[in-house]
């Protein structure tokens, strides 16, 4: 019993090490998104991160993978925990939300993308939906007059 007991306290504090990089890792993509752009979609943070790649990202949006979670090189707890840390740092910098349509490219323009297996609409939504910071936006549009 002792050493189950040693083996889950191994594993609960690597559980909250990976977690507390994956933490960062999101955090960081978020911001870094937001000071160049001044708005994110959880896309962004998976490019970001590298749990998707560019070529995996235009696959999808060509309609060449069924569902955006397929190519991410993440299990779906993982998925799931950097979903979460999107939603904790946009409300923690009280960013607007804006749900957006993801479409394919090229042909059959009109068909909409799926991100999870599931379909599930709470699900394709949280993955649709993008954070703004209106302040940041509005600081980049002055900069670019002043240019």
């Known amino acids: 019993m002792q050493e189950f007991l040693q083996y889950a306290k191994i594993h609960r504090e690597r559980d909250d090490m990976d977690n507390k990089n994956l933490k ?14 001044g708005w994110v979609a959880p896309v962004d943070i998976l490019l970001g991160m590298g749990v998707l790649s560019q070529a995996d990202y235009e696959n999808w949006r060509f309609g060449k993978v069924p569902f955006l979670e397929r190519v991410c090189q993440a299990n779906l707890t993982q998925l799931s925990r950097i979903m979460h840390e999107v939603r904790i740092y946009a ?15 090229g042909k059959h323009k009109d068909r909409r993308l ?34």
Not at 24 to 37: D, E, F, I, S
Not at 91 to 105: E, I, P
Not at 121 to 142: C, M, N, P
């Open 24 to 37: 960062g890792q999101v955090h960081n993509a978020m911001y870094q998104n937001l000071r160049t752009k």
């Open 91 to 105: 409300m923690a910098h009280s960013l607007k939300t804006s749900w957006t349509c993801y479409h394919q490219w």
């Open 114 to 147: 799926r991100f999870s297996k599931s379909g599930d609409e709470k699900i394709e939504h949280s993955y649709a939906t993008h954070f703004v910071d209106s302040k940041r936006v509005a600081e980049l549009k002055e900069q670019k007059q002043d240019e």
